[in-house]
């Protein structure tokens, strides 16, 4: 089994940064990825890395502004966020798998998901 728990949501102005950490236990997976979801919209995935983190997807809104990276050693994944916009707005989850492929398409496969964290960006 796999538990993520994240940390480090909150409200910041339009064009600040936060940092979404993810600690996990148990084992660990191939796939490890952010995925938001604003209110009264789908869940999206925003940002994936493989387990080196020598493959990465990020969707297309967040290119250039956010950046995904893992540390094995301590089973963490990490989303750095700059440039915010009122739009990058949702609660972000932590999400882990064995199967899911990252690559250019996204892939939502994933089976193991953290609790969420709020992420308020005002203008």
């Known amino acids: 089994q796999v538990q993520l728990v994240e940390s480090g949501g909150g409200l910041v102005q339009a064009g600040g940064s936060l940092r979404l950490s993810c600690a996990a236990s148990?084992?660990?997976?191939?796939?490890m990825a952010w995925f938001r979801q604003a209110s009264g919209k789908e869940r999206e995935l925003v940002a994936a890395a493989s387990w080196s983190g020598g493959i990465t997807y990020y969707a297309d809104s967040v290119k250039g502004r956010f950046t995904i990276s893992r540390d094995n050693a301590n089973k963490t994944v990490d989303l750095q966020m700059n440039s915010l916009k009122p739009e990058d707005t949702a609660v972000y989850y932590c999400?882990?798998?064995?199967?899911?492929?990252?690559?250019?398409?996204?892939?939502?496969?994933?089976?193991?998901w953290g609790q969420g964290t709020q992420v308020t960006v005002s203008s």
């Open positions: 148990g084992r660990s997976t191939y796939a």
């Open positions: 999400a882990a798998s064995d199967d899911a492929v990252v690559g250019a398409i996204p892939d939502p496969r994933y089976e193991y």
